[in-house]
């Protein structure tokens, strides 16, 4: 018996001397292990989806058309107003700041940048 209760606590010991000396750094987080698998897949984000919708609608793409559309970088930003910062001369913007994305797409060669607030409901072509 005292074997047993020797043996589970030494397996143990070694259990956390394992985890204390060698840490988890090195185990890839699920967030980046998520990443890599959206970016291999082509999943997009509810803006980045967004943007390639408003850019097939744009340029009246098929669906198969749409689905060649490559999604090149989307970096997060924080917009100036409702109107993410492209404002008509007659167009009234809210005031207030704006959290969103700075998309750049390419299609047919031609790249194309569009702005989304946060969700991809507010989407705007530069």
């Excluded at 987080?29 to 082509?42: P, R």
């Excluded at 107003?81 to 008509?88: F, H």
């Excluded at 998309?103 to 530069?126: C, F, H, M, P, W």
């Amino acid at each position: 018996m005292k074997k047993m209760v020797f043996t589970v606590l030494a397996i143990l010991v070694g259990f956390l001397l394992y985890f204390l000396l060698v840490g988890t750094n090195n185990v890839p987080s699920e967030n980046v292990i998520n990443q890599d698998l959206a970016s291999e897949l082509q999943i997009f984000s509810p803006a980045e989806q967004a943007a390639v919708n408003y850019l097939s609608q744009e340029l009246n793409l098929t669906n198969e058309q749409k689905d060649t559309i490559e999604l090149i970088n989307s970096a997060q930003q924080t917009w100036p107003n409702g109107c993410l910062g492209l404002a008509s001369p007659d167009e009234f913007c809210t005031n207030a700041l704006v959290e969103g994305f700075e998309i750049e797409l390419e299609y047919n060669d031609q790249k194309y940048t569009v702005r989304t607030d946060e969700d991809g409901s507010i989407v705007r072509a530069e």
